[in-house]
């Protein structure tokens, strides 16, 4: 079939994960508000884990015909169901660790974390097509990403039942405070200017990490870009979101979430701009790549401000967590 044909289908299974990120999302979120932090932590993991390793088990095609494919769409849609619900599964955990004064930082490092997973994932990418020609990549080089991948998730896993339950969700438990009502509904009810702006971060954050990240470095192949150039660029792209993600971190939390925000999505509209201008006139640049990627670090300030907008409730009135969210200030 013609390559844009391919092309097309390859992210359209690659898309059907993005489909299944608001069930996984809403479910996960509901059990977490119910039975802890912890536990859905652990499930998420899992979710990501077994499909992952399982696709670098899938026979091929030729073995089994169209069930193949479908059965990579199903795992792909579990792995986007677990995704979901890690994410801000992940926000929320760590930022009911940590002082409100540190959040930013808190969230910008998370993401640097989640960064570091892609890193780690291109690095792999890259050895793969180092070591081995065309015709064994095709032929059963691919699964190694996922098999590794898979592996490392379940080790994961293992690690994560060490984690302690927020102090947040002990204390709401110890007090029997959780929610007597369906969780999804008193957030729809009590809070749809903050499900609204949420939707419109994420937005942000997701176009952000999906274009400039993930899907670059087979948009710089069709314009000409080798694989292994187009691998490196990513890398540095990514590190320099990494580092960026701790220095807007902090700042953001000296100097107001949603100042630095609009500062940092600034830098990504012009930096992409001027970065995908030159790849497309034949002109890539590393550099320009990793100014690019340094533009992501807006992921540490948008979980911040999401979670700003959905305050703690206590119904002890010995409780010590405010039942209002602090007034922000003007930055924010």
Same mark, same amino acid.
């Given at each position: ?29 509901? &059990? ?7 536990? $859905? ?18 026979? !091929? ?31 929320? &955990?760590?930022?009911?660790? #940590? ?46 990403? =996922?098999?590794?991948?898979? #592996? ?16 947040? =969700? ?8 959780? @929610? ?21 971060? !994420? ?15 087979? &948009? ?21 979101? $990494? ?11 000296? =100097? ?8 940092? @999505? ?5 930096? =992409?701009?001027? &970065? ?17 990627? @340094? ?33 922000? @200030?003007?930055?924010?």
């Amino acid at each position: 079939m013609p390559e844009w044909m391919r092309l097309v289908q390859t992210f359209g299974i690659f898309a059907a994960g993005y489909l299944a990120r608001p069930l996984g999302g809403v479910l996960m979120a509901h &059990f977490g508000d119910l039975t802890g932090r912890k536990r $859905m932590f652990l499930l998420s993991i899992l979710l990501m884990a077994l499909p992952t390793l399982l696709m670098g088990l899938l026979p !091929t095609y030729a073995q089994i015909g169209v069930a193949a494919p479908l059965l990579l769409l199903a795992l792909r849609i579990l792995q986007g169901a677990a995704i979901g619900g890690e994410a801000p599964g992940a926000w929320v &955990f760590v930022s009911e660790h #940590v002082s409100p004064r540190h959040r930013n930082l808190a969230c910008g490092s998370l993401s640097l974390g989640l960064l570091a997973g892609i890193l780690l994932g291109a690095l792999v990418a890259r050895a793969v097509n180092a070591m081995l020609d065309e015709a064994q990549l095709m032929a059963w080089g691919w699964r190694l990403p =996922f098999l590794v991948g898979g #592996v490392f998730g379940l080790l994961a896993m293992r690690l994560r039942r060490q984690l302690h339950e927020t102090p947040v =969700f002990a204390e709401l438990q110890q007090q029997r405070a959780l @929610s007597a009502e369906l969780p999804l509904k008193a957030v729809v009810r009590d809070h749809p200017g903050a499900i609204a702006l949420g939707m419109l971060l !994420t937005w942000l954050l997701t176009a952000a990490v999906v274009v400039t990240i993930l899907m670059m470095p087979t &948009f710089l192949q069709g314009m000409g870009v080798s694989r292994d150039a187009a691998l490196a660029g990513n890398a540095l792209a990514v590190l320099a979101a $990494m580092a960026a993600n701790l220095v807007a971190g902090a700042l953001a939390d000296r =100097f107001g979430a949603g100042r630095l925000l609009a500062l940092w @999505s600034l830098l990504l509209g012009v930096a =992409f701009w001027w &970065f995908y201008r030159e790849a497309q006139g034949g002109a890539y640049s590393h550099a320009l790549y990793a100014l690019a990627g @340094s533009a992501v670090g807006l992921t540490a300030m948008i979980p911040a401000i999401i979670l700003g907008g959905f305050p703690r409730r206590c119904a002890s009135p010995g409780c010590r967590w405010p039942t209002t969210s602090p007034t922000p @200030s003007p930055a924010a």
